[in-house]
């Protein structure tokens, strides 16, 4: 089976802070993928990679960075959390393009 | 930019009764892939389908893919409690295969 895990489940911090979200997957897969879920937008893709220390911007990127040094895993950055960074963050990977997508159980992210 | 809109946002049902989400997407997509959350949980990977006009069903689980490839379907039938949570459609635009692009979802509520 495939697993995809996150650092932590529930996240809260203060604004400006820099927080770190990770994410590490077990099966080898080439691309790794960031989202953020609120209500009513579905899940919005803020970054992916296809390749170790590839990256490329999603929808939403503004505030964020990544990084991936290592295939396994996909670090998602907010350099200063802002309270619109509030938010439910899933990490996803899948073998190839357009190939299925298994998520991680989410982190969620409260920013006071 | 590129959107996926479902309707409705969110359904009540009797257990029992059918349910269908509807999948519309502002331009024609190479595939589309459908997703389950559960309450508290992460997206699940469904089905697939690539080929216009394409139906494909799983036991009470009926998926269609639209002739021009701009729209999705899902029916379920007869639902039963264990079917509660939310469905996402996602898909590839043709200009771009490199982003999924989700839907807002549809959240099922079944009453027993």
């Known amino acids: 089976d495939v697993k995809v895990t996150q650092s932590s489940r529930y996240l809260v911090k203060r604004t400006g802070e820099k927080v770190f979200l990770e994410c590490v997957q077990d099966m080898d897969h080439e691309n790794m993928f960031w989202y953020r879920q609120d209500p009513g937008l579905g899940l919005r893709l803020i970054y992916f990679s296809y390749d170790v220390k590839m990256k490329e911007k999603g929808d939403i990127p503004e505030g964020y960075s990544v990084s991936r040094e290592k295939k396994e895993r996909f670090s998602l950055i907010l350099e200063s959390a802002s309270t619109n960074q509030t938010s439910m963050y899933l990490c996803a990977s899948s073998w190839g393009h357009q190939e299925t997508q298994y998520f991680g159980p989410g982190t969620r992210l409260l920013v006071l | 930019g590129q959107q996926v809109m479902q309707i409705p946002q969110y359904q009540h049902v009797q257990e029992g009764e059918d349910f269908t989400t509807y999948c519309n997407s502002s331009?024609?997509?190479?595939?589309i892939q459908w997703y389950k959350q559960r309450p508290g949980g992460h997206p699940v990977f469904l089905i697939q389908l690539v080929k216009s006009g394409e139906v494909k069903k799983q036991k009470r689980l009926t998926f269609q893919f639209g002739e021009a490839k701009k729209n999705s379907s899902l029916h379920i039938t007869a639902t039963q409690t264990t079917d509660v949570g939310t469905y996402f459609c996602a898909g590839f635009s043709r200009g771009n295969t490199d982003k999924l692009i989700f839907g807002t979802g549809t959240r099922l509520q079944v009453f027993p």
């Open positions: 331009t024609t997509l190479s595939n």
